[in-house]
């Protein structure tokens, strides 16, 4: 980039909360299904009906405000942002612009080894419009309203970023933040997030902000990146030619790594806000806000730092054990079981993480005992199973639906390591008479070549010799 250039970026999060229903009705949220099927005359906005709050996405955007440092606002109110466009039947969205449920936040985010500050302006609740579906041969639209009503908290930050990087870190903490409290998943690529950004340029130094351009709904980080580097050089661009940036609404088109003009920007008078009659003030009293903080779960970085302290676990291992929620728990679970600290890291980030993998599984898509785990862990640590036939038992513990018995499956399919060391002794003089050239290594004073000898045994033996075992027995026929 110009350093004789800044960009200067503000976003407008939207993130679909995890509730079971909608945020004015009883409809499922669930994502799918046949269109117009999980509509009712709510959320179809039918004259006469009228909307009533779902307690829950009240709850979870409390949750959010303080997770965000946000202040809580204790009389919070609905209004009406009006717009004719066919995604929304009622012609126009139940939103929050005079009282919004959270304002004055921040997140702060690292980036290149510095602690960056991103202020949040505001944090409103609103209700999701439906899809379009534009047919391909003529000039049909059909409209599908499932995800009408869907319950939606749209973050507004400051325009405090200066570059794409602290944009993805910031997603990420905000991922983090909500995946770890359970109030939503997340997923930029099924659209559970979405991130409006809005950008403009200036000359270093410069105090005053640039005209600014807003690119709606981009589905990856990746994208966003591009997007944001893509546009900073249009702008660049235009003011050295000596243009002018128009305020406009622009689409990026990822696949061509351009953005287009789509309107010119609308502002909040076009929309004609007004507080929304049918739905009455909510009082979110101090204590309940006090009980939702105390309610707060241990977050990524707190987390993090306790995983070092309290298991000596390097950094990296403690960050990559705390990136999901739920393979942190796991983690600490098999541990109170007894699992050893360390090599039940090793088993997570490692093993368990390649099987995963595999089998194109995530930690939403297992059930997982931790006792079980822990059990695994153990019998390959202290040498009861060998570690290639744990690795596969782990593979095969997370196709199942969590009923799973390691110590059945590990007797049944006889991968116990008996210890029984009938056939030992000759197994090892064996060993040693065909290995010549390892043996006088050993015997020259390479101590590694041991190891080598000990897995032809452990061979033979097809899992049955205990490695200690064989290691002492070799060890001592190779001293006569
Ligand atoms: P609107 O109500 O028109 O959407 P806002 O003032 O609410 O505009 O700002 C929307 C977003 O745009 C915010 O995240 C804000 O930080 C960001 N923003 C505002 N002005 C600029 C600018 N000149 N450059 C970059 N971002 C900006
Ligand atoms: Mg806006
Ligand atoms: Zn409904």
Known sequence: MNTEWEVVIGLEVHVELATKSKIFCACTTEFGGAPNTHCCPVCMGMPGTLPVLNRQVLAYAVMAGLALNCTIENETRFDRKNYFYPDLPKAYQISQLY??????????????????????????????????????????????????GVPLLEIVSEPDFGSAEEVSAYLEKIRSLFT?????????????????????????GEKALGTRTEMKNINSIKAIERAIADEADRQIGLLLRGGCVTQETRRWDDDKRSSYAMRSKENAQDYRYFPEPDIPVIFVEKEYIAA???????????????????????????????????????????????APPKAAANWLIVQLARAMKDLGKDFEGIAISPCELAKLINYVEEGKVNRKDGIDVLSEMIQTDGSFDVAQYVQEHGLFITGDSEGLLEAVREVILSNDKAVGEYKGGKEKAIGFLVGQVMRRGSGKFHPVAVREAMEKELKK
Request: some cysteine.
């Open 99 to 148: 009282r919004p449920i959270a304002h004055d936040g921040y997140v702060d985010v690292h980036v290149g080894g510095r602690e960056k500050r991103i202020r949040i302006h505001e944090m409103h609740m609103e209700e999701d419009a439906g899809k379009l579906i534009h047919s391909e041969y003529g000039n049909e639209t059909y409209p599908d309203y499932n995800r009408c």
């Open 292 to 338: 939702v903080r105390d309610s707060l779960p241990e977050f990524m970085e707190e987390k993090r730092e306790r995983f070092m302290r309290q298991y000596s676990l390097s950094d990296y291992d403690a960050g990559l054990l705390t990136a999901d929620r739920k393979q942190a728990d796991l983690y600490e679970e098999a541990v109170d079981r007894g």
């Open 180 to 204: 770890y409290m359970g109030i939503s998943d997340c997923k930029m690529q099924e659209g559970s997030m979405r991130a409006d950004v809005n950008l403009s340029v200036r000359r270093a």
